[in-house]
């Protein structure tokens, strides 16, 4: 089955009226209230035996680093576990109200990124499991990876109930912001380093702006220059990516001879036949560049195992570097619930996801197929490895840093929302009331619970062999 197109093919225009009377009626489908409840299926899959299913089509040699990621803490265990939590939302309260999801909105995914202007903004991404959904999966998940968070750092019941509420309140307002606005401006809509600086000089006090100024000079420092230092070393008198197993290994150290050529060719075709996904200036500005060495790498939590690839390529000369990465394309976790992409392949519906939700995406993103890499057909998406990103560490934020921190999250998805989604019904939906806020709140606090059980059941396969878990 294939997903619904979020707008029909011929277009039946509504009035604003209209579409804020369409999002009121949803409240009869799904109350704002029926959004607290969670309690697991009678029917509710193994939380192992998912995570096993996904593991299956991976590199089996690094399945076990995933499990030791997820075995850490029960927030490791939730960045990994977007597949079980797929399948939990797909029981819960749905409005019937449509956007592009993320699909794994989870705190960790939002962060500081360039524009292609060269301005510092913040905004979704991560798309792996993007599709079209209910918008509402993508907000529960957020504000359950706070909560998670907050419950680790040992924030009282009140305090990750502050940090929840503020964070749809803020979803709510920039919704009902953005439901006011014209389609253009919306569009246009972003969060910058000013806008995030001027939020920090409101509410934090001297500490936190200074820690703030630091993470903002420490992303703009986040390049492939940045990268090319510290991932690559002269051998022999070239420039070669340096090793650092299990989790950047040189295709020379990875394969014999004969495979490594082999799947060297391969990427190099990936390489070529990828810029065609590119618009034509920046396919010019590729094909000045070229690649000198190839390493596999382990990304992320959940991503451990996939097949990712980085490639170091030269332009003018030894001082000239760009890193990119190519990082496979699996079916979407959300597609059991939600039916299969409409695009022909995982790569493509990983990057039209990332542009309808990302207010500036990296300039050289794009996607192939290729054939015969591990004997298979398989789909890779391509971006630029750094590109003055940077990852919120949620182990050192206060309830107040947190607090603020979701906030800002909470906006930016509305804005990501709005851009695929109708939102002046939902807007309407959500009303003027703290009530859906509460709903939510409530519902990730339960949500958390399951969580912790699901890790416990992880443990415990970990403990009697069933998976083996290794620690990097």
């Known amino acids: 089955m ?99 999801l993320c699909g794994d909105a989870h705190m960790l995914n939002f962060r500081l990124l360039a524009s292609a202007e060269r301005n510092l903004i913040f905004d979704i991404n991560d798309f792996d499991e993007t599709l079209p959904g209910p918008w509402e999966w993508d907000l529960k998940r957020l504000v359950t990876s706070l909560v998670i968070a907050g419950r680790e750092n040992g924030f009282t019941d009140a305090q990750r109930s502050r940090t929840a509420r503020d964070c749809v309140r803020s979803y709510r307002e920039h919704m009902h912001r953005y439901a006011r606005m014209r389609l253009m401006d919306v569009w246009y809509a972003r969060s910058d380093a000013a806008q995030i600086k001027a939020v920090a000089a409101e509410h934090l006090h001297a500490r936190g702006r200074r820690r703030l100024d630091r993470s903002l000079a420490k992303a703009r420092g986040r390049d492939s220059l940045q990268a090319y230092g510290r991932l690559s070393t002269v051998v022999g008198g070239e420039r070669r990516i340096a090793a650092d197993p299990p989790l950047l290994v040189p295709l020379g150290d990875l394969l014999p001879e004969v495979e490594r050529a082999v799947l060297e060719e391969k990427i190099t075709s990936l390489l070529l036949r990828y810029r065609a996904s590119l618009r034509s200036d920046r396919r010019h500005l590729l094909s000045q ?47 059991p619930h939600l039916g299969d992409t409409e695009f022909a392949t995982q790569g493509e519906r990983v990057v039209a996801g990332q ?25 890779f998406y391509l971006r630029q490895l750094r590109d ?31 851009r695929s989604g109708d939102r002046i019904a939902i807007a309407s939906y959500l009303g003027g009331s703290d009530s859906f806020d509460r709903a939510v709140a409530a519902f990730a606090e339960r949500y958390a619970d399951q969580n912790e059980r699901d890790h416990q059941a992880l443990l415990d396969a970990v403990r009697r062999g069933r998976v083996i878990a290794r620690r990097d």
Do not use: N
């Open 355 to 379: 542009r309808l939700m990302q207010s500036a995406g990296d300039i050289l993103l794009g996607w192939e197929r290729v054939e015969g890499i591990d004997g298979a057909q398989r789909d």
């Open 289 to 335: 560049f070229t690649p000198v060495d190839m390493a596999r790498k382990v990304v992320g939590v959940g991503s451990v195992g996939t097949r990712c690839w980085i490639v170091l390529l030269l332009g003018r000369d030894d001082t000239d570097p760009l890193f990119l990465q190519a990082k496979e394309a699996d079916t979407s976790v959300l597609a």
């Open 2 to 100: 294939k997903p619904q197109p979020m707008t029909p093919t011929r277009q039946v225009r509504l009035s604003a009226g209209e579409r804020a009377a369409r999002g009121r009626a949803a409240r009869t489908r799904a109350p704002r209230s029926a959004h607290s409840e969670f309690a697991p299926s009678r029917h509710r899959a193994d939380p192992v035996d998912v995570i096993e299913r996904q593991s299956a089509r991976r590199v089996r040699e690094l399945v076990p680093l995933r499990y030791g990621r997820m075995s850490e803490s029960p927030f490791r265990f939730y960045r990994g576990a977007a597949a079980v939590m797929a399948g939990d939302l797909a029981t819960t309260a749905d409005t019937g109200l449509r956007t592009q």
């Open 388 to 418: 003055w990103k940077l990852v919120p560490d949620a182990t050192r934020m206060t309830p107040k840093a947190m607090r603020l921190f979701g906030a800002l999250c909470g906006g930016t998805l509305a804005r990501a929302h709005a």
